[in-house]
């Protein structure tokens, strides 16, 4: 049974210590079909400025208390007072006098289909327990700054479990008698009960060591369900490059005597930093050149460092309380992304980044649930784990770097982890090191990470007798957040491009801004910068690398516009100058304000994928159409997602007709027959520049045959994949097309990641149909809604990846997603309300669309009994 709302919010503003510390705890764990008996000695104490006569009020969710010892005896039931989500225990020694409460409690792991504390995925008893999933296996202070050592010791049938896995090095093991087994595990690094974890089951291992830079030997183990152990090397590989990588760039080395990944197939997130322990969705670990896309690739190495990097930035130096999340997720996000740039290319990288973040952000932060990235309040911290905490999070720390330089940064950092190591710190806390570190005043700063809202740059130049002036604006509106509205701390990097595409030297000789090499500090509502001198006027280069989260708005003429797209010698200011072009010219043709693409547009992006001098994956990101959700953003109001399909198909004609020629000689070109597979970065980029040309070549063609002779010859997944979404997007009718997706359905049956992928790609269909497509595939043997990658690939792909069928102007796309998300509530509260925020642009749709979507949200949030998850999201959603 899921939790209910209570309606309580929860307030930054009333954050109390705890009035008892706890630093030890041993925990017993015996597992049997069918249900989990936890024993928990909890080593506790009052704090010393805490009231005497508070009693210890420990957290619990969904429990059954079996007994309760104080200091090794049964405990009065007068003492005591204990509910499903609440043991008070009162009349406990004063500060000086530590004492041990014994609880024990019994579970049904089976019986947990929200999956989080202790459950069983696929027979496979595992924990998730951030945020607050530890309280669902024993009551404590399930709050981040409680930090305690444990030692675990689980003990279960050897056949049903003979790997036994927790936190920390393994201490002892052995044998039961009657078939059953044990391991002790010891963590002696301090940690908040969030990071515990547990493993128990069959599962095969692949194995490997790493010595670190000061000699220490760490024995590495990725696990998997049985026989998939081989589909790991990928994931092996990339955990030992995360780690040379952070002791190379940020001096920080690895604490234990072995670090163990598990990766289970029920799991409502990509994985989990538990210490030295981390629980991965095996989308995140797995992977087979037959069965994986590059995609697939770079999303393993990338969460694979992701929860590797937490041991510092979250394990080490955690959250004193849930607000501040940001600190270990914007943080870890930012070291993740700096190792897969410098891992692969970083304009790529950094193009990738800025795309996630416009495309998954922008609208989070002008929608109904917008949030500052250090959020004041909440219902339901599983609702917080969003794009603004983790990418606008990991956006102000690369900004701090911006602010720094290079040096700065890493002695702040330095500062940082020296510190607080063993600390459950603030914001304040890790901006306090840099302040100090570098002597910079950061207190204006600071205001990014409680004032949410996308702010706006505008930017205004002119030119005359060698003189350029820069005039910055920046606003920022109030929003649904209604959090303050004042100037920031904005790093704007520039460029001033020359006619033969070179950066000018030159130095402004006045303004109202500090400007410092290539980076302009703007702090003020409005500033300007004068350039004099200048030998010929220079096309203004603004906002490269996307120094700040902003919204631009720079009154820039088409021509210049049009020439840094070709010769702005930063690529990423290209991919910028174009992105920004392709876009404004897709919202004007959806909006109805002109049918016609400017010609010199689509020669530049015709040009782009064949100019040699730009790697392959950096002319796919370039010659890549915005989504239809992204031009539906740019429109904003009065959306019609049937002018916004319109649009882009017109668009995509259009460059197609224009570029057939070129992309058929530069396709060719790429072609590597009989060249053994690689999944380097290198090899990604040429499949996806060719699969991109593929596209516009079977657009320009009007037939399915190019798209089916490569999904035949394809020989891996990517280049399968891309055939197919060609197919099924784009020739939905064609007998080629239903042949392909029964093939592709056969071959990859018993692969559930595999069919995850063909989930998505039938829900993804933009055409009217789908709607009884996906309520057929609701319906398929093996569609699940306990799983969330499947519950995802269905509900997920249609609401998230198919605007056209979704908004159906008749509703039925939002009353079939509602009647799935009332169905997985019950279920599994977490996933539902995830899948829920798809709903979040509901207001920026035309009037009847709107109508439909309002209806289909207020009859959804009055249904009885919807989780806390759920109900929050519907509820800020329509407010
Ligand atoms: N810290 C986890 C996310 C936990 C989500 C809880 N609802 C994974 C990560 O960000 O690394
Ligand atoms: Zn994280």
């Known amino acids: 049974m899921q939790r209910t709302d209570d309606g309580q919010v929860i307030r930054l503003s009333d954050y109390c210590p705890p009035a008892f510390r706890i630093r030890h705890i041993e925990m017993l764990v015996s597992l049997t079909e ?26 619990g969710d969904a429990l059954t208390l079996v007994s309760l010892e104080i200091d090794g005896a049964p405990a009065d039931a007068g003492r005591f007072s204990a509910t499903p989500d609440r043991l008070a225990v009162r009349d406990l020694p004063p500060a000086g006098q530590p004492f041990v409460l014994r609880i024990e409690t019994r579970l049904q792991p089976e019986a947990n289909t929200e999956l989080m504390g202790l459950y069983r995925s696929n027979g496979i008893w595992c924990t998730q327990c951030e945020a607050e999933g530890f309280r669902r296996i024993t009551y404590f202070l399930d709050r981040p700054d409680v930090l305690a050592t444990y030692r675990v010791r689980l ?27 044990f391991a002790v595990w010891d963590d002696p690094h301090p940690k908040p009960s969030y990071l515990f974890a547990l493993v128990a089951g069959r599962l095969d291992v692949l194995k490997d060591r790493f010595e670190t830079a000061s000699g220490r030997p760490v024995d590495l183990a990725v696990y998997t369900e049985p026989g998939l152990a081989d589909r790991a090397t990928y994931a092996m590989d990339a955990l030992k490059r995360s780690m040379i990588w952070d002791e190379r760039r940020f001096g920080r080395e690895y604490d234990l005597d072995v670090f163990n990944i598990v990766a289970i197939s029920d799991f409502n997130m990509g994985a989990m930093e538990n210490k030295g322990l981390n629980v991965f969705n095996h989308k995140y670990v797995l992977l087979a050149p037959d069965t994986a896309t590059d995609g697939d690739y770079a999303g393993v190495e990338t969460v694979i460092a992701h929860e590797y990097f937490h041991n510092w930035t979250g394990n080490r130096i955690t959250c004193r309380d849930w607000f501040q999340l940001c600190l270990k997720e914007g943080l870890t996000v930012y070291r993740d992304q700096e190792f897969s740039g410098d891992e692969r290319s970083r304009t790529v990288k ?135 509205t004042e100037p920031l701390h904005m790093p704007v990097r520039f460029g001033l491009v020359g006619r033969d595409g070179t950066d000018l030297a030159a130095e402004p000789s006045a303004g109202t801004a500090e400007v410092e090499g290539d980076v302009i500090h703007l702090t003020t509502a409005e500033a300007q910068i004068v350039f004099e001198n200048l030998s010929e006027r220079p096309r203004l280069s603004i906002l490269r690398d996307f120094s700040a989260p902003v919204t631009l708005r720079h009154e820039q003429s088409r021509e210049d516009r049009l020439a840094l797209a070709r010769l702005d010698p930063n690529a990423f200011g290209r991919w910028r100058a174009l992105t920004d072009l392709t876009g404004e010219a897709l919202r004007d043709a959806a909006a109805g304000a002109s049918a016609e693409f400017d010609p010199r547009l689509i020669e530049i992006l015709v040009d782009c994928a064949a100019e040699e001098r730009l790697e392959p994956a950096l002319r796919a990101q370039m010659i890549a159409v915005p989504g239809e959700s992204e031009i539906a953003r740019l429109v904003g109001t009065n959306v019609d997602p049937e002018a916004v399909h319109t649009a882009r198909e017109a668009m995509i004609r259009a460059v197609a007709r224009n570029g057939a020629d070129t992309f058929r000689r530069v396709r060719d070109a790429l072609a590597r027959p009989g060249e053994a597979f690689s999944a380097d970065a290198e090899s990604a980029g040429l499949r996806a520049l060719s699969n991109a040309l593929l596209m516009f070549l079977s657009a320009a063609e009007g037939t399915p045959a190019l798209a089916r ?13 891309a055939a197919a979404a060609i197919l099924a997007h784009r020739f939905p009718d064609a007998p080629e097309t239903a042949g392909a997706l029964d093939e592709f359905y056969r071959r990859f049956e018993s692969d559930p990641l595999v069919l995850d992928k063909w989930f998505t790609l039938r829900a993804t269909v933009p055409e009217p149909g789908t709607l009884d497509a996906v309520r057929e595939l609701a319906g398929h043997p093996k569609f699940s809604l306990a799983n969330p990658n499947r519950a995802r690939a269905l509900i997920g792909g249609f609401a998230t990846g198919n605007q056209r069928v979704f908004h159906r102007a008749d509703g039925e ?3 079939w997603t509602a009647e799935r998300l009332a ?38 949030a009055a249904r009885p009994s919807l989780s806390r998850d759920l109900s929050d999201i519907l509820e800020r959603t329509l407010a």
């Open 709 to 721: 002779e490569a999904f035949g010859r394809a020989d891996n997944m990517t280049d399968r994949m």
């Open 34 to 59: 069918g249900r989990a008996d936890v024993v928990t000695a909890i080593h506790a104490e009052r704090a010393a400025d805490a009231d005497p006569a508070v009693p210890l009020e420990l957290d």
């Open 350 to 484: 950094r193009i990738a980044s800025v795309h996630g973040l416009k495309a998954q952000q922008f609208p989070e932060d002008q929608g109904p649930l917008q949030h500052p990235v250090r959020p004041r309040q909440y219902r339901e911290i599983n609702n917080f784990y969003t794009a603004t905490v983790y990418e606008k999070g990991a956006e102000l720390v690369r900004m701090l770097a911006t602010i720094l330089g290079e040096a700065g940064f890493r002695a702040g950092m330095d500062l940082y982890f020296d510190r607080h190591d063993g600390d459950a710190a603030t914001i304040e806390d890790f901006l306090a090191c840099f302040a100090e570190a570098t002597g910079a005043d950061l207190e204006q700063f600071a205001l990014w990470y409680d004032q949410a809202g996308t702010p706006e740059l505008e930017v205004r130049e002119s030119f005359s007798d060698g003189r350029l002036t820069i005039t910055l604006r920046q606003s920022l509106a109030k929003g649904a957040a209604g959090t303050g």
């Open 813 to 815: 796309g939002y009353r």
């Open 155 to 181: 003990e279960a049938e050897r056949e049903a479990a003979p790997i036994l896995l927790a936190n920390g090095n393994p201490s002892e093991s052995g044998d039961l008698g009657d078939g059953r087994h």
């Open 823 to 860: 169905e997985l509530d019950r279920l599994n509260p977490q996933t539902a309300a995830r899948l829920a925020t798809a709903f979040r642009s509901w207001r920026s749709f035309e009037p009847v669309r709107r109508e439909q979507a309002r209806a289909a949200l207020t009859d959804l």
